[in-house]
């Protein structure tokens, strides 16, 4: 059974430029969260999808985007790339479950995004 | 809003000593609180959860954790340290709605041979 498979794994890019990251979430799970983890500190919650919808929002200009497709897997976009957006980007899923705050989150391996 | 302070950025133990990672929490709500792991260049692995049902939770690899309402805590321990534990650590609790995860600052742990 396949985890969370995020690609790539690596991504330079330069300050302006987009860029996509894609993830695939655990065979069985239906919802995909995405955080960013800038070096030293935790990760933060950027957004969360389930049902193809953003559902939460976390402290995140509109520069950053996603969108989850019917096989509910999921990509980050992110436009106009700043120096500041250079981090490693985790891709967690999770089985959607009405007030259950405990439900395990899975996370893949993260994309290590440079902005130079 | 709900948050996690880890108290140490950094713990350095000895192989085969006690492990004590501390975290203190802030939630106006029951919580449900997590450890995670993260060892270089891999993804966040679920050391444990408490989600209101006992207090004293045991996660992989030996590690613990105990829920203390009192002191607002969540301390994660391991009686003794292998080389393999090193790695950094998250104290995370869990938003009220939805799946959302807040994470702590996260605690680098050191064991020395």
Redesign the interface.
């Known amino acids: 059974d396949a985890g969370v498979t995020q690609s790539p794994t690596h991504l330079i890019k330069t300050r302006g430029q987009q860029v996509t990251l894609r993830c695939s979430p655990k065979s069985g799970h239906d919802t995909v969260s995405w955080y960013q983890q800038a070096l030293g500190q935790g990760p933060q919650f950027i957004f969360q999808y389930y049902e193809e919808e953003e559902r939460q929002r976390g402290n995140f200009p509109d520069r950053f985007s996603g969108h989850q497709y019917p096989n509910y897997s999921s990509e980050l976009n992110v436009n106009a790339l700043l120096l500041g957006d250079s981090a490693l980007y985790l891709c967690a899923s999770s089985l959607y479950k009405v007030g259950d705050r405990g439900t395990e989150a899975f996370f893949g391996q993260g994309t290590r995004l440079t902005v130079v | 809003a709900q948050s996690v302070t880890q108290l140490d950025s950094h713990v350095s133990v000895s192989e085969g000593t006690p492990v004590l990672l501390r975290c203190n929490y802030s939630s106006s709500y029951s919580?449900?609180l997590f450890w995670?792991v993260q060892h270089p260049?891999?993804?966040?692995?679920?050391l444990l959860?408490y989600?209101?049902a006992a207090t004293l939770v045991k996660g992989i690899n030996g590690f613990e954790a105990e829920f203390k309402k009192s002191e607002t805590s969540f301390h994660l321990t391991k009686p003794s340290a292998h080389m393999s534990d090193a790695a950094e650590y998250?104290c995370v609790v869990?938003?009220?709605?939805?799946?959302?995860?807040?994470?702590?600052?996260?605690t680098i742990l050191r064991v020395k041979s």
């Open positions: 919580p449900s995670y260049n891999k993804g966040l692995q679920l959860k989600t209101s998250f869990s938003a009220r709605y939805g799946n959302k995860l807040v994470f702590g600052a996260g």
